[in-house]
């Protein structure tokens, strides 16, 4: 998937910044993917409040258990549901990409905070992750959509932004993304593919 940014048009403000179609699209797929993994989750969690024996839908086995992140101290971190932040973020994710998909083009600052925003969300689904594997014990497939989603959206906000100048790197470094950003989030998920599945072996393999 190769997201160059559009050239520039001579007309426009030299200070702005737009991408291609296929960026704004995957801003909206990875937005809209995060989106609905963030609504599945706050619906069940109302209704695990409502009614303490109820199972999530995504509660499977021992292992992939919904329910068991639901109810613990890590869903919360701060002070209310964690899903309730994706519905506010990845909504934002979804209007960016609408807007660039229309021609919009933003400022460098606009950008940068977009990728400290991005920064953020995937080092906090890391911290999520970690304690999902080691400390809950237990997956839920919807966090782990929203998992992906966000090192998607990262890498390609982080590459897009390297290959405008918008971000410091080398000609070297511009030429492989211009050409393998794919490979960045595709050897992350990866990663974390081999922590699954090595977490669990015995579970998965018995």
């Known amino acids: 998937m190769t997201t160059t940014p559009e050239v520039d048009d001579v007309s426009a403000d030299p200070r702005t910044h737009g991408a291609s179609r296929a960026f704004a699209w995957m801003l909206i797929v990875t937005g809209a993917a995060g989106l609905l993994a963030a609504w599945v989750i706050t619906l069940d969690k109302f209704k695990l409040l409502e009614d ?30 964690n899903p309730m932040l994706g519905l506010v973020t990845y909504g934002m994710v979804i209007l960016i990409g609408v807007g660039l998909l229309a021609g919009a083009r933003y400022r460098r600052w606009y950008w940068l905070g977009f990728n400290a925003g991005t920064l953020f969300g995937v080092g906090f689904c890391t911290w999520l992750m970690v304690q999902s594997l080691y400390e809950i014990n237990a997956l839920c497939l919807w966090c782990c959509l929203a998992w992906v989603a966000t090192i998607v959206m990262f890498w390609y906000v982080t590459s897009h932004n390297v290959r405008a100048g918008m971000l410091p ?35 998965w393999f018995r």
Not at 52 to 78: H, K, L, Y
Not at 186 to 200: A, K
Request: hydrophobic letters at 45%; a negative charge.
């Open 52 to 81: 303490p024996s109820f199972t999530p839908g995504c509660s499977f086995n021992p292992v992939v258990a919904c329910r068991n992140i639901m109810e613990s101290d890590q869903a919360t971190v701060f002070g209310f549901p």
């Open 169 to 203: 790197g080398p000609d070297g470094l511009k030429r492989f993304l211009d050409e393998f950003t794919w490979v960045l989030p595709v050897v992350h998920i990866g990663i974390i593919g081999m922590l699954i599945l090595t977490r669990w072996w015995d579970f």
